[in-house]
């Protein structure tokens, strides 16, 4: 179970104080063997009155970025990704794909065929990407006000799961944080979603 700490602020930058008290999550779960190593990343959630602030982070080397354009497949480039339910008793979910330029792919989903992307863009999102010499760092956050649009209403208990993976690079790989327990990677698996939990 992930506990989704408090901030008692709403979080825009990257070296806010706040990410000091936020859980760690290893995103280290090697679910296919066949595939390379994979590079150490984690992530950090916190929520506001405002929304939800997710930050994802990895020393993946060499990184690749190729696509600019919003829903293109980032996923083929170094990806880290945020899949999440805010609603324990609606089955729709949102996916949150981005590659080291900040390029967003962003889905609203039943499952892997059944999608719509909505027109909001990174910068509704506040996406902020960088990279250093050591570590590639993204940052962005969900309105509660949007989530509730779109589901309904968000609920205490949520599901999601954090993703790395780079499926069209020379250094292929895939992990995630909660488990995946299928043949082959499938990250739009919901009932696989662990849970995250507002403190």
């Known amino acids: 179970m992930y506990i989704i700490k ?9 070296n806010d104080a706040a990410w000091e008290n936020a859980n760690v999550a290893d995103v280290t779960y090697i679910n296919w063997k066949e595939f390379g190593e994979c590079p150490n990343t984690t992530a950090k959630v916190l929520y506001s009155d405002y929304g939800l602030h997710i930050r994802l982070q990895t020393d993946e080397k060499p990184l690749v970025a190729t696509y600019r ?8 480039d170094s990806c880290m990704e945020f899949f999440f339910r ?14 080291p330029f900040g390029t967003m792919y962003f889905g609203f989903r039943y499952d892997r065929y059944e999608f ?17 010499e050591s570590l ?14 779109m589901v309904g209403g968000h609920t205490k208990n949520m599901f999601g799961n954090f993703y790395k993976c780079a499926s069209g690079t020379d250094h292929e790989h895939y992990a995630t ?23």
């Open 136 to 149: 590639w760092t993204v940052q962005f956050t969900v309105p509660f006000d949007y989530i509730d649009k």
């Open 86 to 99: 805010p609603n324990e008793k609606d089955k729709r979910y949102f996916n949150f794909e981005f590659n």
């Open 69 to 76: 354009t919003q829903n293109s497949a980032v996923c083929d």
């Open 177 to 199: 944080y909660y488990p995946v327990p299928t043949e082959k990677p499938d990250y739009h698996l919901s009932e696989t979603f662990g849970a995250f939990v507002l403190e």
């Open 6 to 14: 408090k901030a008692d602020h709403r979080i825009h930058c990257m």
């Open 116 to 132: 719509m992307n909505p027109p909001e863009n990174k910068r509704f999102f506040e996406v902020k990407s960088y990279v250093d």
